[in-house]
């Protein structure tokens, strides 16, 4: 006679409970943070750096070095996407291609996408992969024409970027907005992290509403709010987790309304 399987689920512990809550919650309230894409010019460093300074880009070189022994720019450039991309990649083949190397791995150790994971994320491969300029440089063309190559890919993958990023910030609104309502509504407000939460908002909207242009300040925005909930939900209870994100998708004990 054949056994009788045994359908009932192993109990969950308390705290594997609420360690894969927060885990839900991050994944839903950071679905922007995605899977590093393939990217042969990514790197990996152990060190996790402060979100206001990982956001830098055009100006910062990641190893101090241009490759044309010229000293790195401190500030970003101004005017247009295309005033400022002549301006930059002013150095030989070498220092040109890890210029956009850096450019497309910033913000590096970050809690948001990376400019290369972004634009692949968004379909953009071509700019995600600086198609045009690397293949340049891998058939060894003159320098001029890989500068040239680079000053036109730039402000189309900064472009791409920016609108990009808004429409990543502008999908988290929503939630964002349900939770610092239920925050305030509450007496956890002034829980650890759970008090950035509202201003998080806030500049994101603004940013949102205003259609912003400035890649940096949207990527901070980004970096800040997703930093705020995930942060957040890691400093609650499981039950005051659910009372300001909702239940997990998945629960069995409830829907958030």
């Not at 044309?68 to 930059?88: H, I, V």
């Amino acid at each position: 006679m054949a056994k009788k399987k045994n359908t009932n689920r192993r109990p969950s512990t308390p705290e594997a409970k609420k360690q894969a809550t927060v885990l839900t919650i991050v994944a839903i309230i950071a679905a922007l943070v995605m899977i590093l894409a393939a990217n042969p010019w990514k790197t990996t460093s152990g060190t996790t750096r402060q979100a206001s300074s990982q956001s830098q880009s055009a100006e910062t070189q990641r190893d101090g070095k241009d490759g044309s022994g010229k000293t790195k720019k401190t500030a970003k450039p101004s005017g247009t996407l295309t005033e400022q991309a002549r301006t930059m990649f002013t150095g030989d083949v070498e220092s040109i291609a890890n210029e956009a190397r850096d450019l497309l791995n910033a913000p590096e150790d970050s809690n948001v996408d990376s400019l290369s994971n972004l634009l692949y994320r968004h379909g953009r491969t071509d700019l995600a992969e600086a198609t045009e300029l690397y293949d340049a440089i891998g058939q060894q063309q003159d320098v001029e024409t890989i500068r040239t190559l680079a000053r036109e890919w730039w402000p189309k993958a900064m472009q791409a970027a920016v609108d990009a990023r808004r429409d990543d910030l502008s999908s988290n609104l929503d939630g964002a907005a349900r939770a610092a309502d239920r925050l305030d509504d509450s007496s956890l407000a002034s829980t650890q992290d759970c008090s950035d939460l509202r201003g998080a908002y806030v500049t994101a909207k603004q940013l949102v509403d205003g259609s912003s242009t400035d890649y940096d300040a949207l990527t901070r925005a980004q970096q800040n709010l997703t930093a705020a909930m995930s942060g957040c939900a890691t400093n609650l209870s499981q039950s005051d987790m659910e009372k300001v994100f909702g239940e997990p998708q998945g629960s069995t004990q409830g829907k958030d309304e």
